[in-house]
Each structure stands twice: as C-alpha cells, then as structure tokens.
C-alpha cells in the first residue's frame, strides 16, 4: 500500500539528520530516545536542514545516520526522501526498505497530529476491488468455512499470493480493500533496521498521551466490562466479542 498512498499524497518529507550538522544542536534528541523520552509531535523538533542537493537512497545501511529524524519544511522535498522510490510491487522497496517503512510511520503520526486519516482515502474508491492482484494481508478478514472447507493446504502455498489471488479464484469470490480502514504495520523483517531510529519510541510516546491512561499501562485496553456473546459457529453468524467503554 505504500505506493498507493504515496500516489494520493499521503506521504510527507523526513530524513535523518544530516551529519554536517553541529551535533551539539540535536544531542538533546538523541539523548531522549536513548533514555525513551521521545515525543510523537513533529513540532516538537526543528525542521530538517542540510545540504540542498542531498537525497538519502531507499536502500541506504543506517551506517552513521541519525536516529532521529526531522520534517523537512517544504513538500516538495520529498522528492529527496526514500519514498521517491516506491513501486507498485509485492517485493519492491515498499516492504524491502527500512527507511520507506520509517518515512511511512513518521507521516502517519504527522496526519495523525492533524487529525487527517482521510489523506489515506480521500481520493480511493469506498471499495477497492483488487482484481485478483496480490495485496498484503496484515489486516484482513475472512470466512472460516472458506479457509477450513480447503484442507490439507499444499505444503508449497504461500499464505499472501493464496488468500489474495488462488483461493479467490478458486472460489469465484472477489477481495476488497476496505479504505476507511487504517492499521500500521510496524515492519517486516527485510526492515529491521527501521530498530536504529526513534520510531518506536514515538509511538510509545503517542500511547502514553493518547490511548493508555499512563506510561505504565501500554498494552492495557481502556474498556469498561466487556460482555462475551459465545454461540454456535453457523456458516453465516460467527462468534461474536463486544466491548464497551
């Protein structure tokens, strides 16, 4: 999906900050995300500066970058960033690139900060018939009966190239993207270098001020009673978890 939202404006310009700089100006973050004190708000920081004609490559080691890093203060810039190399491509820099996956996390929390989820749909289709091309399956759903009516599974299946192009076709049955909904994967394992940055940390820091009710509460879902409606699994009316709160 990074291409498609990178095609509809949804990502925004960060780099690392440039080694020309006076470290002294940006120790003060560094030393935060060592000690996980990092804050989530882009404002929080300076814009990016360095030289005008610098551009950091999709496939770029973390070797000497900095793990924080900034906004650049024109749109345009983004031209510079590892998002210019996104393509529409199941293994292409999109899930290949820790600093695509970066860049990708820091512009949901800019959107975030501006309450802008909508820059991911607002110019996609309600639905989003796939035509049988092969899409990620972080967050999907799918009918039991249809997955379990297919046992055994040969042993050379891929799960993603099955459950998004062979068994629809089998089927006759169509996926569709739901564009409303949004998740973030954090990253796949081609992107573990995304670890060097101060990422994670930002979103620990977002948890803490948006969605648990203290640092020491990560993971702790803020619901009243929860009421568990358990009923027989019939083809059509699966089990059923409510909560409120």
């Not at 310009?13 to 996980?36: D, M, N, R, T």
């Not at 035509?131 to 799960?159: G, H, T, W």
């Not at 099955?162 to 068994?167: G, R």
């Not at 640092?215 to 027989?232: N, S, T």
Request: glycine share 4%; proline share 7%; with cysteine.
């Amino acid at each position: 999906m990074s291409k498609v939202h990178y095609d509809i404006g949804a990502y925004r310009p960060y780099l690392p900050v440039h080694p020309s700089i006076p470290s002294e100006i940006y120790k003060q973050f560094e030393v935060a995300h060592e000690a996980g004190d990092t804050d989530w708000e882009f404002t929080h920081y300076p814009n990016w500066t360095g030289p005008s004609d610098y551009k950091l490559d999709h496939d770029e080691p973390t070797n000497g970058l900095s793990p924080v890093w900034l906004r650049m203060p024109d749109d345009e810039d983004i031209q510079r960033t590892p998002i210019r190399n996104v393509t529409y491509d199941t293994w292409g820099p999109g899930v290949k690139s820790w600093s695509i996956a970066a860049q990708s996390h820091l512009s949901l929390l800019e959107n975030l900060y501006f309450n802008n989820a909508s820059a991911y749909y607002e110019a996609l289709n309600e639905v989003w018939f796939t035509d049988y091309d092969r899409l990620s399956i972080n967050m999907i759903c799918v009918e039991a009966n249809d997955i379990l009516a297919q046992f055994p599974v040969d042993k050379d299946v891929v799960d993603e190239e099955w459950l998004t192009v062979a068994l629809p076709k089998r089927l006759k049955k169509h996926v569709v993207v739901e564009t409303r909904a949004l998740a973030a994967h954090f990253a796949f394992s081609f992107q573990n270098a995304i670890e060097h940055t101060d990422v994670l940390n930002r979103y620990a820091d977002y948890a803490s001020k948006k969605a648990c009710l203290n640092l020491y509460q990560f993971g702790i879902p803020i619901f009243g009673d929860i009421e568990v409606d358990v009923r027989p699994v019939h083809h059509s009316h699966p089990a059923r978890i409510s909560g409120g709160g």
